[in-house]
């Protein structure tokens, strides 16, 4: 059974750039979610995916979008890349958007100067 | 506005003995609790759940109490081992919500 994974692990970007960040779910999972971890702080919900359409979306602004594909992959996309948007970015997969358990990836780290 | 708190940063406890690791919540609607572990560089890993109309489960090491009228849980790891130092985080679900709400984090180091 593959796990969640993530790429990249690691990025720099300026401010004003935009981004792409890639998961791949857990075999077998077909809901996809998103968290941003900043520093000191616990990950934060951002939107949640499920058959290609997205599923809920928590406390963030319209630049940050997202895609999901036939074969349950994800990409989140942030616009406008701000300094504040520097953090660790969680994927999370589950079997149903119902399920409570998410299981989630190594993250990619974003580093905005 | 914080609905799940956890509101020790860091706890060290002895090889052999009991860690306990404490998390409070506001949002009422909450029904389904959870605990994840943390190393450095790696993605939050499942650890153990609870379902509100339970007040304990137990896995191996592993006990999560819930105490639903104090809107308290707690995470009881006995005995602690050196493998356990991470950071815990604790969190919530329900009410038809898809996502997660998560504490801070609790640093938990355990001395060989």
């Known amino acids: 059974e593959t796990g969640v994974t993530q790429s990249p692990t690691h990025l720099i970007k300026t401010r004003g750039q935009q981004v792409t960040l890639r998961c791949s779910s857990q075999?077998?999972?077909?809901?996809v979610s998103w968290y941003q971890q900043a520093l000191g702080q616990g990950p934060q919900f951002i939107f949640q995916?499920?058959?290609?359409?997205?599923?809920g979306r928590g406390n963030f602004p319209p630049r940050f979008s997202g895609l999901q594909f036939p074969n349950y992959s994800s990409e989140l996309n942030v616009n406008a890349l701000e300094l504040d948007d520097s953090a660790l970015y969680l994927c999370?997969?589950?079997?149903?958007?119902?399920?409570?358990?998410?299981?989630f990836g190594p993250g990619t780290r974003l580093l905005v100067l | 506005d914080q609905q799940v708190k956890q509101n020790s940063p860091s706890l060290s406890v002895q090889e052999g003995r009991i860690s306990i690791l404490n998390c409070d919540y506001t949002?009422?609607?909450?029904?389904?609790f959870l605990w994840y572990k943390k190393y450095p560089a790696e993605g939050p890993t499942f650890l153990i759940s609870?379902?509100?109309?339970?007040d304990k489960n137990e896995d191996g090491r592993f006990t999560v109490f819930l105490n639903k009228s104090a809107k308290h849980l707690s995470l009881h790891i006995v005995p602690s081992q050196p493998g356990d130092s991470a950071v815990y985080f604790c969190?919530?679900?329900?009410?038809?919500?898809?996502?997660?709400?998560f504490g801070k984090g609790t640093k938990l180091s355990v001395i060989p």
């Open positions: 999370a997969s589950s079997q149903v958007p119902s399920q409570e358990t998410q299981y």
């Open positions: 075999s077998g999972h077909n809901t």
């Open positions: 995916y499920y058959r290609e359409e997205e599923n």
């Open positions: 949002n009422s609607m909450f029904d389904y």
């Open positions: 609870i379902s509100s109309i339970k």
């Open positions: 969190a919530a679900t329900g009410a038809g919500s898809y996502q997660l709400t």
